[in-house]
């Protein structure tokens, strides 16, 4: 067990992994809005959008529009999902600086989420990592499903630490470790992060959890008594991978940064802000109701003390 860290680097997912499962057309201008609107409230590294086949995934369709249109802050760290070769031609042509790949931990959902089963999958992302550090550009990888898969259960660290094994030798900077569907629980989080840290060297590790089950903070916590101290995370909760059935919702980065910043560990994310631009993506563009629990909490308590301001008015 190691002390808890001053400060976590939330990765915002929301542009990406929030939106790519609505069934709701967001109009470009409101993806790029939304981007320019999470850097704003101090989100400082953002996954704008995907560059995967729009027959696929057909909200990333406008993913190059998306990336050249977004007015970038300074310091923040732009990223974007990308499949293949195919996909990093276009997100260097976007000039998209942190390339993130993925993969998954079983046979079934690689396949189902890539076409490919996992050692086909390694090698498309081998290219993609060689021809982006070749460019200059950093690397980010998920591994999907590394606690559970909804095709084939529970998965063993093993699996992942071989994989984890390989990506570490292409000098990956980064593996963000994907509770797909939100079947992981603390006990399983520690155990594989402990794995992962004594058996494979030179890997950072980021925790990417949904919330499908209510454990995504539990698992948050006990990924950071193991050291972990960058986590993803989706504006208002929104979110899930078409290709995994259930995985409704990713931890929301509301819950994330009112927890932290509750403990007294610093994100840099003005909640007031964030708690804006989660009601306009939710509730104006979307039409849902919010997914966090926090957000909600909040915009119930302000509505509350709203009307009774009126009232004695
Ligand atoms: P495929 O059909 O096997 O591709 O799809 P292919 O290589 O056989 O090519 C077929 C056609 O697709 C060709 O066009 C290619 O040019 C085109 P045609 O000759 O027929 O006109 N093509 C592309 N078009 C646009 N962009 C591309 C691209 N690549 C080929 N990049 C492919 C393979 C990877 C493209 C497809 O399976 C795909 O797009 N998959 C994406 C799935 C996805 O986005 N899933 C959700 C994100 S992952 C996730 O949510 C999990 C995560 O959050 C972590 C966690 O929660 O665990 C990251
Ligand atoms: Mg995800």
């Known amino acids: 067990m190691t002390a808890l860290p001053d400060r976590i680097r939330v990765v915002e997912v929301g542009p990406r992994d929030g939106l790519q499962n609505e069934a709701v057309h967001v109009p470009t201008d409101r993806k790029v809005r939304l981007v320019e609107a999470l850097g704003d409230v101090g989100l400082s ?5 995907a560059f995967v ?10 993913a190059s529009e998306v990336a050249t249109t ?9 990223s974007a999902l990308v499949p293949n070769v195919k996909g990093y031609a276009a997100a260097a042509a976007a000039d998209v600086p942190v390339v993130a790949v993925f993969m998954s931990a079983t046979e079934t959902h690689s396949r189902r989420n890539l076409n490919k089963g996992i050692d086909e999958a390694i090698e498309a992302l081998r290219e993609v990592t060689l021809a982006a550090q070749a460019d200059g550009r ?28 390989r990506l570490a ?25 402990s794995a992962l840290r004594e058996e494979v060297s030179g890997l950072s590790l980021a925790g990417h959890f949904h919330d499908t089950r209510g454990t995504a903070l539990a698992n948050t916590y006990a990924a950071m008594l193991e050291g972990l101290e960058v986590f993803d995370a989706s504006v208002g909760g929104l979110g899930g991978c078409p290709y995994a059935p259930g995985a409704s919702g990713n931890l929301s980065t509301n819950d994330l940064v009112a927890m932290l910043e509750g403990m ?33 909490a909040e915009l119930a308590r302000r509505a509350k003390a709203a009307r009774v301001a009126a009232e004695r008015a």
């Open 169 to 193: 030798s292409m000098g990956i900077g980064e593996l963000s470790l994907g509770d797909t569907t939100g079947m992981a629980n603390p006990t399983q989080v520690r155990r594989l992060v």
């Open 264 to 296: 007294g560990i610093a994100t840099g994310v003005d909640r007031d802000g964030l708690l804006e631009v989660t009601r306009w993506i939710c509730q104006d563009v979307l039409g849902v109701s919010i997914p966090s629990r926090e957000a909600t």
């Open 53 to 62: 086949h729009p027959r696929w995934i057909p909200q990333m369709a406008d």
């Open 138 to 165: 950093e690397v980010r990888a998920y591994l999907s499903v590394v606690f559970g898969c909804p095709y084939e259960g529970e998965v063993a660290p093993t699996a992942t630490l071989a994989i984890a094994k």
């Open 45 to 49: 590294a953002i996954e704008m959008t």
């Open 70 to 78: 977004v007015r970038r802050r300074p310091g923040v760290r732009y």
